[in-house]
């Protein structure tokens, strides 16, 4: 019985179970009058789900977002294992990325819309801007940090730069990159819902800003928590395929 309880899935069904319940108790205090119950807002969710109104969204949402997760990706892996492996590159992006990491690049928001205008653009390099930094920083980090004994073995056997670089620093690499793929595309998820809400109200974006609105707060909720949970069930899919491709001595113990 003890084990059953300490198993991860348990405590991760207990967590959202606690969360959610406290959610609900709030909600029937209530803190305030724009914060539904936690059963209203599942209710509006099924509603919109069933009324068609949340798939019709999706699609804005998700072709920018998708676009820019991609660009992302290949750019921000490329530059960051291309710094890790060349110091003169390292000094010359480093920097940039590191600045832009730090700064509040939602304030950049409004200087898009005013270069790119309000359409689709816009809103992929917000998505860029976002998980870029995350991605390259992570990357290069995670190849700089290679084990030097590792490079010496590989070096000690004759093995090319090139072959060290694809069988010895890459695979040591991969949980770190993958890594800030995971976190870049969090990152992402945010960019993309920014964009809809200070470029254009389309999506996603739109339902929020409507429903607030109206007052329709069940709704609003609802529609943060729809795009809340697919990034979540997402960001798990990304993680699962780095033990399926990558990793396969962890998925044996998962």
């Given at each position: 019985?003890?084990?059953?309880?300490?198993?991860?899935?348990?405590?991760?069904?207990?967590?959202?179970?606690?969360?959610?319940?406290?959610?609900?108790?709030?909600?029937?205090?209530?803190?305030?009058?724009?914060?539904?119950?936690?059963?209203?807002?599942?209710?509006?969710?099924?509603?919109?789900?069933?009324?068609?109104?949340?798939?019709?969204?999706?699609p804005?949402?998700?072709?920018?977002?998708g676009?820019?997760?991609?660009?992302?990706?290949?750019?921000?892996?490329?530059?960051?294992?291309f710094?890790?492996?060349?110091e003169?590159?390292?000094?010359?992006?480093?920097?940039?990325?590191?600045?832009?990491?730090a700064?509040?690049?939602?304030?950049?928001?409004?200087?898009?819309?005013?270069?790119?205008?309000?359409?689709?653009?816009?809103?992929?390099?917000?998505?860029?801007?976002?998980?870029?930094?995350?991605?390259?920083?992570?990357?290069?980090?995670a190849?700089?940090?290679?084990?030097?004994?590792?490079i010496?073995?590989?070096?000690?056997?004759?093995?090319?730069?090139?072959?060290?670089?694809?069988?010895?620093?890459?695979?040591?690499?991969?949980?770190?990159?993958?890594?800030?793929?995971?976190?870049?595309?969090?990152?992402?998820?945010?960019?993309?819902?920014?964009?809809?809400?200070?470029?254009?109200?389309?999506?996603?974006?739109?339902?929020?800003?409507?429903?607030?609105?109206?007052?329709?707060?069940?709704?609003?909720?609802?529609?943060?928590?729809?795009?809340?949970?697919?990034?979540v069930?997402?960001?798990?899919?990304?993680?699962?395929?780095?033990?399926?491709?990558?990793?396969?001595?962890?998925?044996?113990?998962?």
């Amino acid at each position: 019985m003890v084990s059953f309880f300490l198993h991860p899935l348990t405590l991760r069904v207990l967590s959202f179970a606690a969360v959610f319940g406290v959610w609900e108790y709030a909600g029937r205090i209530p803190i305030s009058p724009a914060f539904p119950t936690f059963l209203q807002t599942m209710a509006a969710l099924w509603g919109m789900i069933a009324d068609g109104s949340m798939a019709a969204v999706y699609p804005s949402t998700l072709e920018p977002l998708g676009i820019g997760l991609v660009i992302s990706s290949f750019l921000g892996v490329g530059c960051g294992i291309f710094m890790g492996l060349n110091e003169k590159a390292e000094w010359f992006g480093a920097p940039v990325f590191i600045v832009m990491q730090a700064a509040p690049l939602g304030a950049l928001v409004p200087l898009l819309t005013f270069v790119y205008g309000i359409g689709l653009t816009s809103k992929i390099l917000t998505v860029c801007i976002m998980a870029l930094p995350v991605i390259v920083l992570n990357a290069f980090n995670a190849v700089r940090h290679t084990p030097e004994s590792m490079i010496e073995m590989g070096r000690s056997y004759l093995g090319s730069r090139l072959q060290v670089i694809l069988k010895i620093i890459l695979p040591a690499a991969s949980p770190v990159i993958y890594a800030g793929l995971r976190l870049g595309a969090a990152m992402g998820f945010i960019g993309a819902i920014l964009a809809e809400l200070l470029i254009t109200p389309t999506g996603i974006g739109d339902i929020i800003t409507y429903n607030q609105s109206v007052a329709e707060y069940d709704k609003m909720y609802a529609a943060i928590f729809s795009i809340m949970a697919f990034a979540v069930i997402f960001i798990e899919i990304l993680e699962r395929s780095e033990y399926i491709f990558f990793r396969p001595d962890k998925r044996v113990n998962q």
